[in-house]
């Protein structure tokens, strides 16, 4: 009964409404007609004037002089009373002032939020209230609750504790900050992709590839361990079986992997092992050397036979030097370093095949190994420096920014061949092995391109 009578009334309401606009519709169109028919009969009456009458030009000067007194008019008092909001008022000086652009910096900043409504905005309205503008944000949801990470470009002087502390009473706790560069700009899907692509198409860019994903990651590579080790999660620390029965670990002691992280590293993993074995078919014109033409590229697992033969023309002072003591298994060590899945090697061949020098690019947590054997008919001949420069080149085309080499002080070839790559060195000397490491960063306009354009 009580729903009968509130239909009925809100039915009354509604015809009510039509009227009330029906009658409005009505008053309108009757005072625009009668506008019409008043203009019609001003119209009417200047012309009478003007033409039959002698004051018709005085009429048109004093109207045109009232014209121009009601727009000047409307000047000066929009002018004197802005249209604008309130408390709006120009700058000094009566002109739009452009203010300097304020220095700012940009953060990667993760915390984790409960799983309820609002939990998000108040983070993002703590942000808003120290003037942090977000990025880009990504959410990896959690059993009982989500960690949202930030891409954020804060004021310059805004303090990390500061920008902490307004997250955590926002709600947020386990929040780690870190500083982040240009880089870090690419969105999240975009990024994955282009990581998917190079893994595709050579074999040496998955660890790259899991590096650049997971940031300061360390990576390491276990020899035969990955068949009796299930692929698996723990806090920081994720594993993943590699093809061939290696393992690949990655540890992360300042944040924790989650199961989105953990989805991505094994997708890139298990695309590296439907696509097997891989090396990119690229090669370079080293020049004549001594009368002969000689080809840098991509050595693969099928240079075996090649580089044992190189290894057999070598003297033994030459191997103690690449391989830090006798080599009495040089099949063993070039089953590891001809795998594309360790690193890059780079073959130099003459016209007829043979090889005459191996190098070798070896990632090694946030760096990278190099290593060189040229054969002593071909050493002091410039090949040793075109190689070094090549792969400290490639390095920085995947990313890493140092490369080290391991030695001994009584190595002064390979000394100086470091010293050649014009990038700020560190030398480390521990038990008679010299460490050489060369940060790359600023010598990126110095290093030629690895592979001619194709």
Not at 191 to 212: G, H, M, N, W
Not at 291 to 307: H, N
Not at 356 to 383: K, N, P, Y
Not at 430 to 446: F, M, N, P, Q, S
Request: glycine share 8%; charged share 25%.
């Amino acid at each position: 009964m009580d729903t009968m009578a509130y239909t009925h009334g809100t039915g009354t309401e509604d015809q009510q409404e039509r009227r009330r606009k029906r009658g409005h519709r009505w008053r309108r169109e009757t005072v625009e007609l009668a506008a019409v028919f008043a203009a019609v009969a001003a119209a009417d009456l200047v012309a009478n004037v003007v033409v039959h009458g002698n004051d018709g030009p005085v009429l048109l000067g004093a109207s045109a002089a009232a014209m121009l007194a009601t727009a000047l008019f409307r000047g000066w008092l929009a002018h004197r009373h802005p249209h604008g909001p309130p408390g709006a008022s120009a700058p000094p000086g009566g002109g739009a002032v452009n203010a300097p652009e304020e220095p700012t910096a940009l953060w990667r900043l993760r915390t984790s939020v409960s799983d309820a409504p609002g939990s998000l905005a108040r983070v993002c309205t703590a942000l808003a209230a120290l003037r942090v503008n977000i990025v880009s944000m990504q959410a990896h949801p959690l059993p009982d609750c989500t960690v949202d990470e930030f891409i954020l470009r804060t004021p310059a002087e805004l303090p990390r504790t500061e920008l902490a502390a307004a997250v955590a009473a926002a709600g947020g706790w386990d929040i780690w900050t870190d500083q982040a560069d240009a880089h870090e700009l690419v969105d999240v899907p975009r990024q994955v992709l282009a990581l998917a692509t190079r893994t595709a198409l050579d074999a040496a860019e998955l660890p790259v590839a899991l590096r650049q994903l997971f940031g300061r990651a360390t990576i390491r590579q276990y020899p035969g361990r990955g068949d009796d080790t299930p692929a698996g999660l723990e806090g920081h620390l994720m594993r993943l079986p590699l093809p061939g029965g290696d393992l690949l670990e990655l540890s992360r002691p300042h944040l924790p992997f989650t199961p989105t992280e953990f989805a991505r590293a094994r997708a890139l993993v298990e695309l590296d092992t439907v696509l097997g074995p891989r090396v990119p078919a690229v090669a370079a014109r080293i020049g004549r050397l001594d009368g002969a033409e000689l080809t840098v590229r991509r050595a693969s697992p099928g240079d075996k036979a090649a580089a044992l033969a190189m290894h057999a023309r070598c003297s033994a002072e030459s191997l103690r030097r690449r391989y830090h003591g006798p080599v009495r298994d040089a099949d063993r060590y070039l089953d590891h370093l001809l795998d594309p899945r360790h690193g890059q090697t780079l073959a130099v061949e003459t016209s007829d095949g043979r090889l005459v020098a191996l190098a070798h690019l070896m990632w090694d947590d946030e760096g990278a190994e190099i290593a060189l054997l040229v054969e002593d008919a071909w050493q002091r001949r410039g090949l040793g420096v075109d190689l070094v420069r090549r792969m400290a080149a490639l390095a920085l085309e995947a990313g890493v920014r140092t490369v080290y080499a391991v030695t001994t002080s009584a190595n002064t070839g390979l000394i100086s061949t470091m010293r050649r790559l014009s990038a700020p060195l560190d030398y480390q000397v521990e038990d008679g092995t010299l460490v050489i490491t060369a940060h790359l960063a600023e010598a990126t306009e110095k290093l030629p391109a690895p592979w001619p354009a194709r």
